[in-house]
């Protein structure tokens, strides 16, 4: 008489099963194996074989350059994608987690700026009053850093002094100055052509 015996079983997905006198299985099914014993009976045993799928999880995050990145203790600080094997606290079976990295550059940016000759110019932590170039880290919107680099030029002075003389009596009308009859000495503002006083 033969007797039948019947096992289920799980493995997780890229493991072998090899228990109850079965070897080398790897995939999903319903196998069967006959065993012989000393008393020329037979016994088939019939193992219903079920394989858990690896949990896939794709994670993808921006970090800024500079900034260093930590992903199952691994520490990542270039775009990339990095694959790492984790073990599932419920199943038991293995998690493939795949991080998406990826690293914004620093925003260069150049800037040009005229200054008016007596005037300063504020650029971030810095009061600009000569010519040159000036260098400054500012945050953009998502929080990276933008380096800017300023070109300043300061304008030249445009002050003109004249020097008139007129007899007693009579008016100076020039230079843009009008009926001045006393001596002394007269201050005209004026615009310049690149809007300096």
Same mark, same amino acid.
């Given at each position: 008489?033969?007797?039948?015996?019947?096992?289920?079983?799980?493995?997780?997905?890229?493991?072998?099963?090899?228990?109850? %006198?079965?070897?080398?299985?790897?995939?999903?099914?319903?196998?069967?194996?006959?065993?012989?014993?000393?008393?020329?009976?037979?016994?088939?045993?019939?193992?219903?074989?079920?394989?858990?799928? #690896?949990?896939? @999880?794709?994670?993808? $995050?921006?970090?800024?350059?500079?900034?260093?990145?930590?992903?199952?203790?691994?520490?990542?600080?270039?775009?990339?994608? &990095?694959?790492?094997?984790?073990?599932?606290?419920? +199943?038991? *079976? $293995?998690?493939?987690? +795949?991080?998406?990295?990826? @690293?914004?550059?620093?925003?260069?940016?150049?800037?040009?700026? %005229?200054? *008016?000759?007596?005037?300063?110019?504020?650029? !971030? /932590?810095?009061?600009?009053?000569?010519?040159?170039?000036?260098?400054? @880290?500012? /945050?953009?919107?998502?929080?990276?850093?933008?380096?800017?680099?300023?070109?300043?030029?300061?304008?030249? $002075?445009?002050?003109?002094?004249?020097? #008139?003389?007129?007899?007693?009596?009579?008016?100076?009308?020039?230079?843009?100055? @009008?009926?001045?009859?006393?001596?002394?000495? &007269?201050?005209?503002?004026? /615009?310049?052509?690149? !809007? *300096?006083?």
């Amino acid at each position: 008489l033969n007797t039948r015996y019947s096992l289920s079983d799980t493995i997780c997905e890229g493991d072998v099963y090899s228990k109850n %006198n079965f070897s080398g299985i790897m995939h999903p099914g319903v196998y069967k194996q006959k065993l012989s014993s000393s008393t020329k009976c037979d016994s088939i045993v019939t193992l219903d074989l079920s394989v858990m799928p #690896a949990a896939r @999880v794709l994670i993808a $995050d921006t970090i800024c350059a500079g900034q260093e990145y930590f992903f199952n203790g691994v520490q990542y600080e270039s775009s990339g994608l &990095y694959v790492d094997t984790l073990i599932s606290k419920v +199943t038991g *079976c $293995d998690s493939i987690v +795949t991080l998406l990295l990826t @690293v914004k550059d620093v925003l260069r940016t150049d800037a040009y700026v %005229n200054i *008016c000759f007596g005037d300063t110019y504020k650029f !971030g /932590k810095q009061t600009i009053s000569a010519s040159g170039t000036y260098e400054e @880290v500012f /945050k953009t919107v998502d929080g990276c850093d933008s380096l800017v680099t300023l070109h300043a030029t300061v304008l030249p $002075d445009y002050r003109q002094t004249i020097n #008139a003389v007129i007899k007693k009596g009579e008016e100076y009308n020039a230079s843009g100055f @009008v009926g001045l009859t006393a001596a002394g000495e &007269y201050t005209l503002p004026l /615009k310049s052509v690149d !809007g *300096c006083d």
